[in-house]
């Protein structure tokens, strides 16, 4: 039985997941007109590389897309996409005088398992100028400026690749690394597009739904979910730890209703605007107020101090001192 997991508000992006992202101009527009929007794009993935801690490992710009090939850091990758796009988005708007959405779909990113689809995909991603006819040649390949092939084999620098620890994964020394990655790329020329490393889901990477009738008739249940690209083992444990994000953000949400539901509450029995006590208010039926919401707090609930301090508009040191009072007044 092959079982389909179907799309759900997610985060898949915990620290060190594998993503090979892609960006695509909205209905097919070129979104590097020149070199120099090209070297935009690059600058802010340098910037953002060193402020949020996430890897690339691989990465190609064309003229109408680009490819991504990263292992998140502890924010994961949404915020780092977020910046990236929308800053580029605007630099482009502005030097070409357009308006309105510069990309198709903000972004397509699939989460893939390392072994056996990493060293593929580094492949794959770096091979995109080739098979797009943009080289014509390997060895023309070598030189392309936009992407991280010719870093790796040191013919270009940058200071936000991977190249050690891609390379250490073709050998120990980097100059015997360098030479088995550019013949595994090389060896890899002739193979064309491949479905499974862009379109993700775990029916593509088994070659296909002759595959899966193959496994349906065995009787086999395997989970598959278009956002991943791996095994039924790697798609299970993902979505397990997506599951638990989940319930951390609905714990959050659900704390997040009972503040508001006794803010209301309290303010309305004394009538109170609601707002006023949120903006810091100082007049004395509104500090009493605050009291009871912040004694109501701690105590039902078991708010902290500082979150209480935030959604009462006042500092931490106000609210303790509120609830030792409401409990001199109890």
Request: charged share 30%.
């Amino acid at each position: 039985m092959v079982k389909e997991i179907m799309p759900r508000q997610a985060r898949l992006d915990a620290p060190g997941t594998l993503h090979h992202i892609m960006i695509r101009g909205i209905d097919g527009l070129q979104i590097f007109q020149d070199p120099a929007d090209r070297q935009d794009l690059i600058s802010r993935i340098q910037g953002l590389v060193k402020t949020t801690g996430n890897r690339v490992l691989a990465w190609v710009l064309m003229e109408t897309h680009a490819h991504l090939l990263m292992l998140s850091g502890p924010g994961g990758i949404a915020q780092f996409m977020r910046r990236l796009l929308t800053g580029y988005a605007l630099h482009y708007n502005r030097k070409y005088r357009r308006k309105g959405y510069l990309f198709q779909n903000r972004y397509k990113s699939i989460v893939c398992e390392e072994d056996p689809y990493l060293l593929q995909l580094i492949r794959y991603i770096h091979l995109n100028p080739l098979r797009a006819g943009m080289v014509e040649t390997v060895e023309a390949l070598d030189r392309y400026p936009w992407s991280g092939h010719p870093v790796l084999l040191g013919k270009l620098k940058n200071d936000w690749q991977e190249v050690g620890y891609v390379l250490s994964l073709f050998g120990a020394g980097k100059k015997k690394a360098i030479q088995v990655y550019r013949k595994f790329v090389e060896e890899g020329k002739n193979q064309g597009r491949r479905e499974e490393l862009t379109g993700g889901g775990l029916i593509r990477s088994l070659g296909g739904w002759s595959q899966v009738l193959s496994l349906r008739g065995k009787g086999e249940k395997v989970e598959y979910d278009p956002r991943i690209l791996g095994s039924g083992d790697f798609v299970t444990e993902i979505l397990r730890e997506a599951d638990k994000h989940i319930k951390r953000q609905l714990r959050v949400g659900e704390r997040n209703s009972s503040i508001d539901r006794i803010l209301k509450e309290i303010c309305k029995e004394e009538g109170v605007e609601e707002e006023e006590v949120r903006n810091g208010g100082q007049r004395r039926l509104v500090s009493r107020v605050r009291r009871k919401i912040a004694y109501r707090l701690n105590r039902e609930l078991g708010i902290s101090m500082a979150e209480i301090a935030r959604n009462v508009g006042v500092c931490t040191t106000a609210v303790i001192k509120a609830i030792k009072k409401m409990e001199v007044l109890s």
